[in-house]
């Protein structure tokens, strides 16, 4: 059975920096044919792709986030964690985080979501 | 980067109609590449349709995909009650992109 799970601060300071960690089971993040993204989403908004990361450590960022985002991963662990840096009032959102499947670069399992708050 | 764009915002329909969403992108698409979800109140979105046309598991079928290029459907033939959401399409050309998503609402 595939689960993720988010887990992090709910609620950060604007110029703060944010990590957020995805635990998995059910797969192993070994496993080539699959990887693990994050996908935001503020209240009432549509869903904003992060970035993703592969066995082999191949990530992909967004574009216009690029610069404050990072990636990693400890596969011993079953754990992504994604870092955001410069934390602004408009980076509230839930972020999800969900498994990526190479063949069709789509995501076949989501976590539920952890809402981020960032606020004084 | 590939832009997606979903219409209508707002489809408001009744139970046992059909339904068709769409999803334009701004440079043709390869087709294997592109993926409906649909997204319920609270809820995580969940994958309903990938390369255009192909159920995921335990996606009833009254759900379809089609197109190709730059246009893309998702249909719904006879709506349920449980079909009442918000349905995103989404494009991996590299990075991925997600469209604004269309919100089927109950007329």
């Known amino acids: 059975q595939v689960t993720l799970k988010e887990s992090g601060p709910v609620l950060v300071k604007p110029t703060e920096t944010l990590t957020l960690t995805c635990t998995v089971s059910?797969?192993?993040?070994?496993?080539?044919?699959?990887?693990v993204g994050w996908i935001r989403q503020p209240p009432g908004k549509a869903l904003e792709w992060l970035a993703h990361?592969?066995?082999?450590?191949?990530?992909s960022y967004n574009t216009s986030l690029k610069t404050r985002l990072t990636l990693s991963k400890d596969t011993s662990r079953g754990q992504v964690a994604l870092t955001m840096t410069n934390m602004d009032p408009l980076d509230t959102a839930t972020y999800f985080c969900?498994?990526?499947?190479?063949?069709?670069?789509?995501?076949?399992?989501w976590g539920q979501g952890t809402l981020v708050t960032v606020s004084s | 980067e590939i832009v997606l764009t979903q219409s209508p915002g707002t489809l408001s329909l009744s139970p046992g109609e059909r339904a068709t969403l769409s999803c334009r992108a701004s440079?043709?698409?390869?087709?294997?590449?592109l993926t409906w979800y649909q997204q319920k109140p609270g809820q995580a979105p969940k994958r309903l349709i990938c390369?255009?046309?192909i159920r995921a598991t335990g996606t009833p079928d009254r759900f379809s995909g089609s197109g190709s290029g730059t246009d893309f459907t998702l249909t719904i033939s006879r709506l349920e009650p449980e079909d009442f959401a918000v349905y995103y399409c989404?494009?991996?050309?590299?990075?991925?992109?997600f469209g604004q998503g269309t919100k089927l609402e109950i007329k």
């Open positions: 390369g255009t046309f």
């Open positions: 440079q043709s698409l390869d087709s294997n590449y």
């Open positions: 990361i592969f066995s082999n450590d191949e990530t």
């Open positions: 969900a498994r990526i499947y190479r063949s069709k670069y789509d995501f076949d399992f």
């Open positions: 059910g797969f192993s993040l070994s496993n080539d044919k699959v990887g």
């Open positions: 989404q494009y991996y050309g590299g990075p991925c992109s």
